[in-house]
């Protein structure tokens, strides 16, 4: 079956400081990926996509590099501002799954100015 | 354009009560989706509707949880009787299609608390 493991949270930074929140997948056929981020009181809400191998994704300055030889989907911020405090969940879908996103546990990630 | 719209927010109830949570799509959407998400946890699905019909409802403890949509638009989910395990956020979604694109809409929840 479809899973996603992500790396376990709360992910603290600084201001200004780099982000990575691994992701990685199993997942029967191709699957597209997905991250979503949930804002404090909000639903979830797509932040990026890639859909084949070798596709990076990008949005906000979050980017995502869809790996197959290592099913992996990181996300990636060069330097996080306090706004970006949010709950990320990635995600997958395959044709199988009659593309019906499967998530991972979410990472939140907290900045402090 | 109006996102997904639920309610209530916030909902405290006895255990063995019923509850109910409603849910409105985006103008337009044919799909629409019950996501439950645990504390810490991913939203898990619950049941898809494709129009007015439910598929992918294996996941739908049907003893005691129950949904429609009828007319193809607006969905209640109903939980009764509720139990303590129950106590969860609610999520709805909608999609225009279940293509390829894989965007889910949410709405903000609804948050169940079953004391």
């Known amino acids: 079956g479809n899973s996603v493991t992500q790396m376990e949270g709360p992910v603290t930074l600084s201001e200004e400081a780099f982000l990575t929140i691994n992701c990685t997948y199993t997942?029967?056929?191709?699957?597209?990926l997905f991250w979503y981020v949930q804002y404090p009181g909000e639903g979830l809400q797509l932040l990026l996509k890639?859909?084949?191998?070798?596709d990076k994704g990008s949005n906000k300055g979050f980017e995502a590099t869809y790996r197959k030889e290592t099913t992996s989907f990181h996300l990636e911020k060069g330097s996080v501002q306090v706004s970006d405090s949010a709950v990320y969940f990635c995600?997958?879908?395959?044709?199988?799954?009659?593309?019906?996103?499967?998530f991972g546990r979410g990472t939140s990630l907290i900045v402090h100015p | 354009e109006a996102g997904v719209v639920q309610s209530p927010r916030y909902k405290i109830i006895e255990k063995k009560q019923p509850v109910a949570f409603w849910c409105n799509p985006i103008?337009?959407?044919?799909?629409l989706y019950w996501y439950l998400q645990n504390l810490g946890q991913g939203p898990e699905l619950l049941i898809r509707?494709?129009?007015?019909?439910?598929?992918?409802d294996s996941q739908l403890p049907k003893d005691r949880f129950s949904a429609e949509r009828l007319k193809g638009v607006d969905s209640t989910l109903k939980i009764q009787p509720a139990e303590l395990g129950d106590s969860a956020v609610y999520l709805c979604?909608?999609?225009?299609?279940?293509?390829?694109?894989?965007?889910?809409?949410f709405g903000e929840g609804s948050r169940l608390t079953v004391l």
């Open positions: 979604a909608s999609s225009l299609n279940r293509g390829f694109s894989g965007e889910l809409f």
């Open positions: 997942a029967t056929g191709y699957p597209s």
């Open positions: 890639a859909t084949k191998a070798d």
């Open positions: 995600a997958l879908a395959t044709s199988g799954g009659s593309y019906i996103p499967t």
């Open positions: 103008s337009g959407h044919n799909t």
């Open positions: 509707y494709e129009n007015e019909e439910a598929v992918d």
